[in-house]
């Protein structure tokens, strides 16, 4: 049996092999690329701007974040190898606190000899579902706030051994920094008070006898099944997910009858009465907070967020479905993560079904409240800010697979505790549970790494996304962006037919704008301006960005030209777009002087 130091530098070394390539990743197009450019040609922000900037409108508030990336300026100029070695390194220290975590959840006299912290490490750290929050510069805030919130996980774990007030603060600490960090920290609030109020159990890992765990009995599943059986019958026939909630209380009800008998129904109320006020007084902290934050640094919230709670509020029945379809999702996402894709705009109705299954086996868990159940329920309280994002207002995407990268750290420690369990159930003897731990984790490195290859240049990241999410103008823009790039100009045209032809509400600008490139490259500088100018029309003349482009690329043209009829049209063309830009930003960085704009 490997000592523990050693079983870290195995973990250490798996890891940064298996992610090693990601170092040498180009700078993603989509967001990390402008948020690079942001970073280099910004001034320094002061400390007291960045945690307090009082903007007039805000979408996320994540100062810690927005810290680390002020490091790599710093320690490399924002170099993209330092940056991605950054997140490669962040990821390597939550596979480390997962260990530790699941170290912490064995039997302290058999955590010397268990291989539960070793196979719950590696089965977090080298699952296909990380990849897209490693590789991905943006994708930092799902490690950065899984790297808190587990630390917070880790500090409460050590809390229930010794209760030490001190332990308790610094797990405080370390979900705050992580609410900082993203909001989906929030969540770990329900998770926190679950796992101080958790039972003791014996939990054992590889190698240890589980004889004496106990298995739920043949009645409780009986009744389990019929519940939820009811319930996916309720959403196929009748489509009402307030009955569906109403049939989960009747469920915990049934599941608790026997402890009402025992207890009484005064002792019960009470009971059931303290837990609803935990619940209320941990949402309201968790909302307050939210609200709080946002009201302190931001003027108002970004149109974005009111756009989907007046969605939720108008209509909560679909709002609940949207939210057990997520659910399902993401699960599934957990247990079989294929088919991988960066942009996933919508998802299978069935995955409804799948929710509902699952929201009342979480039911089926509050019966036990043991420590392993609350780690359960800590990944799923922290999916639980991601659902609102699958209305669709709120991100460029619906679903996302960097959404399960923090609830997957959790989850990989139960998984594998019961399939320890399991085995051990199963008289499988420990050199062949070992032999299926060590073929099971060989293949997450092998698809790992290979997804790590495809998020390696943007050309294959967005032939993949398009192959499956061919309908995502996004994607397709990003990769017509890919294409030009390597001067493929009749592929990339032919990408820019597919997404015009694509039905959509929604205007996306930067498409006839990179298109436009296009047409500049190959010298068909008519049919550009012509595009530059359509993305203003279609924009109803109020997008500051189109205004800009077409002023820059009018300044190359006036330039370039010899034509003086041609020049002076230019010229007249440049100087309305200006007043034109002006009025709607009254910006002096492009100043207008007896008429005319100044020529950079």
């Keep these: 049996m490997l000592k523990g130091r050693y079983q870290i530098l195995l973990i250490c070394a798996v890891v940064l ?300 029945n679909y709002a609940f479905s949207v939210f057990l379809g997520a659910f399902g999702f993401y699960v599934k996402k957990f247990i079989f993560p294929f088919p991988q894709s960066f942009a996933i705009g919508e998802i299978d109705p069935s995955y409804i079904l799948l929710g509902v299954l699952l929201f009342f086996g979480c039911i089926f868990l509050l019966q036990r409240r043991t420590v392993s159940n609350a780690l359960v329920f800590s990944g799923v309280f922290l999916l639980l800010p991601a659902f609102p994002v699958a209305i669709g207002t709120i991100a460029w995407t619906g679903y996302a697979e960097r959404y399960v990268y923090i609830s997957a750290a959790f989850w990989s420690v139960v998984v594998c505790y019961y399939a320890a369990e399991k085995m051990k159930e199963m008289q499988i003897s420990v050199r062949y549970q070992f032999s299926g731990v060590v073929l099971f984790m060989v293949c997450f490195g092998m698809v790992t790494f290979q997804r790590n290859v495809v998020w390696n240049t943007n050309l294959a990241l967005y032939t993949d996304t398009v192959e499956k999410n061919p309908i995502c103008i996004a994607a397709r823009i990003q990769y017509i962006i890919a294409l030009a790039k390597v001067k493929n100009y009749s592929e990339a045209i032919r990408q820019y037919k597919a997404a015009s032809s694509i039905t959509t509400i929604n205007y996306y600008e930067s498409l006839d704008q990179n298109m436009a490139n296009i047409l500049a490259a190959q010298g068909k500088h008519d049919e550009a301006l012509l595009l530059f100018e359509s993305s203003i029309m279609k924009g109803g003349g109020k997008s500051v960005s189109a205004h800009e482009l077409t002023i820059d690329y009018l300044q190359e043209r006036i330039a370039a030209t010899q034509n003086s009829a041609k020049q002076k049209m230019l010229q007249k063309k440049l100087l309305t777009y200006s007043e034109k830009l002006y009025a709607l930003n009254h910006s002096p960085s492009r100043p207008i002087v007896q008429g005319r704009p100044h020529l950079q």
């Design 17 to 316: 092999g298996v992610f090693f390539i990601s170092i040498f990743a180009e700078i993603n197009s989509l967001d990390d690329q402008g948020m690079i450019n942001n970073l280099v040609n910004s001034s320094e922000i002061s400390l007291v701007d960045r945690f307090l900037p009082h903007s007039e409108a805000g979408g996320y508030y994540r100062p810690l974040i927005h810290l680390s990336y002020e490091l790599d300026r710093i320690v490399s100029l924002a170099d993209r190898r330092f940056m991605h070695f950054h997140n490669i390194l962040l990821h390597l220290v939550n596979v480390l606190l997962v260990f530790w975590l699941a170290r912490l959840f064995v039997r302290p006299e058999n955590r010397r000899k268990s291989l539960l912290p070793l196979v719950s490490s590696l089965c977090f750290g080298l699952h296909p579902i990380v990849t897209e929050s490693v590789d991905w510069i943006s994708g930092r805030t799902d490690v950065l706030a899984g790297t808190f919130v587990l630390l917070s996980a880790v500090f409460l774990m050590k809390f229930r051994e010794n209760r030490s007030l001190s332990l308790l603060l610094a797990a405080i600490v370390a979900v705050f920094l992580g609410i900082m960090t993203k909001e989906t920290a929030l969540g770990f609030l329900f998770g926190a008070a679950l796992i101080l109020s958790a039972r003791s159990e014996q939990p054992c890992g590889m190698g240890e006898d589980c004889s004496t765990q106990k298995t739920p009995s043949g009645k409780s599943v009986v009744i389990f099944i019929s519940f939820a059986a009811l319930g996916i019958a309720t959403v196929i026939i009748l489509s009402n997910y307030w009955l569906v909630l109403a049939e989960g209380a009747l469920y915990f009800l049934v599941m608790d009858f026997q402890k009402i008998q025992k207890n009484g129904v005064a002792a019960s109320t009470r009971k059931y009465l303290r837990h609803v006020i935990t619940v209320v007084l941990v949402a309201g902290v968790s909302i307050g907070l939210f609200a709080l934050m946002r009201t302190v640094v931001f003027a108002s919230n970004t149109s974005k967020i009111s756009l989907t709670l007046k969605s939720i509020f108008q209509d909560p």
